[in-house]
């Protein structure tokens, strides 16, 4: 099962996306269309009072004399949906045996947003909702979907102890062979200095001693030709 998401600070986030995306999209709006924004799963945990986000976004402002809205709900994906807020001219709230006044509008209208709130998420709650928009003169009528889901409680916490352990070794064999590598390659290069320094020498000695020897031999020539002369 999925992971339950922090419901202030995630679904916060998550109508925050949903309102740089429209953003996005009336600003680079080519053609008068309209889209529904809403997140495809909700997680809510029992008890609990979570919003619902649906916005959309249209090439046309709206009209608050042609607008309309529809949130409906429906149990599985072949049951009868069931509208339980509506707009036309105003928010209207519409009581239901399963709802109750537990729902409330939470959006902006001025900024396209559709959002509602369930007070006290009860079991029952759990299904499909549905969030219609219609802004003449836009000729689609908009569509968002989402699938809401119900926990009795929250999913355990991960066990971050052996992951933090592995790291740490990972981390910990890493530093050593970066070192190790650092150690051989200073040990390789000292070697390569001593082994030219030496040729350097080897190679110095080599000139001294060929100097050496054409300076004797030239004192040779020289003494044997004064013999000569005398």
């Not at 009868?80 to 519409?94: Q, R, S, V």
């Not at 029952?124 to 969030?131: A, L, P, R, S, V």
């Not at 080599?206 to 300076?215: F, H, L, M, R, V």
């Amino acid at each position: 099962m999925p992971m339950l998401l922090h419901f202030g600070r995630t679904q916060w986030a998550s109508a925050l996306k949903l309102s740089c995306v429209a953003l996005m999209i009336f600003l680079a709006c080519p053609v008068n269309s309209m889209d529904v924004l809403v997140p495809p799963q909700i997680y809510a945990l029992n008890g609990t009072d979570v919003r619902i986000p649906c916005a959309f976004t249209s090439c046309y402002k709206l009209d608050p004399i042609k607008f309309a809205m529809n949130w409906t709900y429906q149990e599985t994906s072949n049951s009868t949906e069931e509208m339980f807020m509506t707009y036309k001219n105003k928010i209207t709230p519409l009581k239901s045996s399963r709802f109750g006044d537990r729902v409330i509008f939470s959006g902006n209208l001025d900024k396209n947003d559709l959002t509602i709130t369930i007070l006290d998420v009860q079991l029952m709650d759990e299904g499909i909702y549905h969030c219609y928009v219609r802004n003449p003169p836009d000729r689609i009528q908009g569509h968002g979907t989402i699938q809401f889901i119900v926990l009795t409680e929250l999913p355990p916490p991960r066990d971050s102890t052996i992951a933090v352990a592995i790291g740490a070794s990972v981390g910990g064999i890493l530093a050593l062979l970066i070192l190790s590598m650092v150690v051989v390659k200073c040990i390789r290069r000292h070697k390569n200095q001593e082994l030219i320094s030496d040729e350097q020498k080897m190679e110095e000695e080599g000139k001294a001693d060929g100097e050496g020897g054409t300076e004797e031999a030239t004192k040779q020539n020289v003494s044997l030709i004064l013999l000569h002369c005398t």
